[in-house]
């Protein structure tokens, strides 16, 4: 059978498009290399917060089925890549699962095909990576034989407002041919396309948008720091400031950043400009800033218990909300790590309350976990509120017994402190 879409990766992004075009009447299938992955979505379930399981049945009643099998792509209409973009250990761009997937698909290229990348990356990764790949792999030449397209995802998971279809998509060719193949694929289930002048220009786009939100967060991250230091209530100092109409957009701060794009893309940006000779100095101050957010949320933890019971040492701290955001399902580069690592250096026992993580774990070490938020709060000397969860209402933290440092500026009460 062949198919109208071959979504390549069926992660946070993959599976939320896979999903839009499925509604919208195109024949889809699904590759990704992982055999976890394929056996759960061909028995119904998901494994990606804010697709359920009753969607996911939804689209194999529809037609949609997942493989690891490439022979899938044999006579696929589009091809989109949506693979992870993530760091080596040296913390350089890692463009391996990218690189993989387009050999794959150079393979069982053929005449008039569309391939699209959404994967987040530096700006020539169309051009300069996966072109040559598919091309040498494949005999065809880009804009000739086959259409070439970048197009960034900009899925926001946990937005119940903001989805695939009403999120206006950027989209870009390698040719004006390339690009008017790939406005109309998108078209037909996304509301609104802006078409970018090339590919470059996309890719940039998308590292602009997330490196926007690394340097705000760093500035006010950098404003509550010097909050602190002087006396000033910064949250006060927020709800001031965001009360301007035009010309300022609020950020908050917090325990630092996480997930698999904040920290990262800034990264594909920086290294990409220095390869290049030049040295993002916005991106190397925002970095100093955030990764010493959870440094700063340890010492202030810290202060609080040497306050009220003499030494930190022996303590229990309870950390709420261990994902990297507030309701969603997702621990990937969470500051809590930092933040658990710093307590339990310093000889403090650390256990935490999440309803979305069954397990989180430190340097291989797994934490204690609580499922009941009174209980918890009960036995803790400190609680450190994290991520404001949906569970973690006001008054509930506002009548702890024990001693609250409150990073996000959500709860009130003679026992908590705000960052
Ligand atoms: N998660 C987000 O909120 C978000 C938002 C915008 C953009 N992005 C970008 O989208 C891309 C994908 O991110 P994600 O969060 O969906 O990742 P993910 O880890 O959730 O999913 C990626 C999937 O790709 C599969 N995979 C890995 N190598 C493969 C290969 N060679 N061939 C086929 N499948 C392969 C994995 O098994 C996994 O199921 C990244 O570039 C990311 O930066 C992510």
Same mark, same amino acid.
């Given at each position: 059978?062949?198919?109208?879409?071959? #979504?390549?990766?069926?992660?946070?992004?993959?599976?939320?498009? %896979? +999903?839009?075009?499925?509604? =919208?009447?195109?024949?889809?299938?699904?590759?990704?290399?992982?055999?976890?992955?394929?056996?759960?979505?061909?028995?119904?379930?998901?494994?990606?917060?804010?697709?359920?399981?009753?969607?996911?049945?939804?689209?194999?009643?529809?037609?949609?089925?997942?493989?690891?099998?490439? %022979?899938?792509?044999?006579?696929?209409?589009?091809?989109?890549?949506? #693979? *992870?973009?993530?760091?080596?250990? @040296?913390?350089?761009? !890692?463009?391996?699962?990218?690189?993989?997937?387009?050999?794959?698909? /150079?393979?069982?290229?053929?005449?008039?095909?569309?391939?699209?990348?959404?994967?987040?990356?530096? *700006?020539?990764?169309?051009?300069?990576?996966?072109?040559?790949?598919?091309?040498?792999?494949?005999?065809?030449?880009?804009?000739?034989?086959?259409?070439?397209?970048?197009?960034?995802?900009?899925?926001?998971?946990?937005?119940?407002?903001?989805?695939?279809?009403?999120?206006?998509? #950027?989209?870009?060719?390698?040719? &004006?041919?390339?690009?008017?193949? =790939?406005?109309?694929?998108?078209?037909?289930?996304?509301?609104?396309?802006?078409?970018?002048?090339?590919?470059?220009?996309?890719?940039?786009?998308?590292?602009?948008?997330?490196?926007? +939100?690394?340097?705000?967060?760093?500035?006010?991250? @950098?404003? &509550?720091?010097?909050?602190?230091?002087?006396?000033?209530?910064?949250?006060?100092?927020? $709800?001031?400031?965001?009360?301007?109409?035009?010309?300022?957009?609020?950020?908050? *701060?917090?325990?630092?950043?996480?997930? $698999?794009?904040?920290?990262?893309?800034?990264?594909?940006?920086?290294? +990409?400009? @220095?390869?290049?000779?030049? *040295?993002?100095?916005?991106?190397? =101050? /925002?970095?100093?800033?955030?990764? $010493?957010?959870?440094?700063?949320?340890?010492?202030? /933890?810290?202060?609080?218990?040497?306050?009220? +019971?003499?030494?930190?040492?022996?303590?229990?701290?309870?950390?709420?909300?261990?994902?990297?955001?507030?309701? #969603?399902? !997702?621990?990937?580069?969470?500051?809590?790590?930092?933040?658990?690592?710093?307590?339990?250096?310093?000889?403090?026992?650390?256990?935490?309350?999440?309803?979305?993580?069954?397990?989180?774990?430190?340097?291989?070490?797994?934490?204690?976990?609580?499922?009941?938020?009174?209980?918890?709060?009960?036995?803790?000397?400190?609680?450190?509120?994290?991520?404001?969860?949906?569970?973690?209402?006001? @008054?509930?933290?506002?009548? =702890?017994?024990?001693?609250?440092?409150?990073?996000?500026?959500? /709860?009130?009460?003679?026992?908590?402190?705000?960052?």
């Amino acid at each position: 059978m062949t198919v109208d879409l071959v #979504v390549m990766g069926l992660g946070h992004v993959g599976l939320p498009l %896979a +999903r839009a075009a499925v509604s =919208a009447g195109l024949a889809t299938a699904g590759y990704d290399v992982s055999g976890t992955v394929v056996s759960g979505l061909a028995e119904g379930r998901s494994h990606v917060g804010g697709v359920c399981d009753s969607e996911v049945a939804a689209m194999l009643d529809a037609g949609f089925r997942a493989t690891a099998d490439p %022979a899938v792509l044999d006579g696929a209409q589009t091809v989109v890549i949506c #693979v *992870p973009t993530g760091l080596t250990p @040296e913390g350089l761009p !890692d463009l391996s699962a990218v690189q993989d997937a387009s050999r794959v698909v /150079a393979a069982r290229l053929r005449t008039g095909m569309l391939v699209v990348l959404e994967s987040t990356s530096y *700006p020539g990764t169309t051009e300069d990576v996966v072109r040559p790949l598919l091309e040498h792999g494949s005999g065809l030449r880009a804009g000739e034989d086959f259409h070439l397209a970048y197009s960034p995802q900009r899925i926001d998971p946990g937005n119940e407002i903001w989805d695939v279809r009403n999120t206006p998509k #950027v989209v870009s060719g390698c040719t &004006a041919l390339c690009a008017k193949y =790939a406005t109309a694929f998108y078209g037909r289930f996304v509301d609104h396309l802006v078409l970018a002048r090339g590919t470059r220009e996309a890719e940039m786009a998308k590292l602009l948008e997330n490196t926007y +939100r690394y340097v705000n967060i760093a500035l006010v991250d @950098e404003v &509550a720091l010097f909050c602190h230091q002087a006396g000033i209530d910064v949250w006060d100092v927020l $709800h001031c400031a965001a009360s301007k109409p035009f010309g300022f957009a609020p950020f908050s *701060p917090g325990p630092g950043v996480g997930g $698999h794009c904040i920290p990262v893309d800034p990264r594909y940006l920086a290294a +990409r400009a @220095e390869s290049q000779g030049f *040295p993002f100095r916005m991106l190397a =101050a /925002a970095h100093e800033v955030l990764t $010493h957010m959870p440094r700063h949320v340890v010492d202030r /933890a810290l202060s609080l218990l040497t306050e009220n +019971r003499g030494r930190p040492e022996g303590a229990r701290a309870l950390l709420l909300g261990v994902t990297y955001k507030a309701d #969603v399902a !997702d621990v990937r580069e969470s500051p809590a790590r930092p933040v658990a690592a710093g307590l339990l250096a310093t000889g403090v026992d650390v256990f935490y309350h999440d309803p979305y993580a069954a397990d989180f774990s430190v340097d291989d070490r797994s934490l204690p976990r609580a499922t009941d938020l009174r209980e918890a709060l009960g036995e803790a000397d400190v609680a450190i509120l994290l991520q404001h969860h949906a569970c973690y209402a006001r @008054e509930t933290l506002g009548r =702890a017994r024990c001693a609250v440092l409150d990073t996000r500026g959500k /709860a009130a009460g003679s026992r908590v402190t705000l960052l």
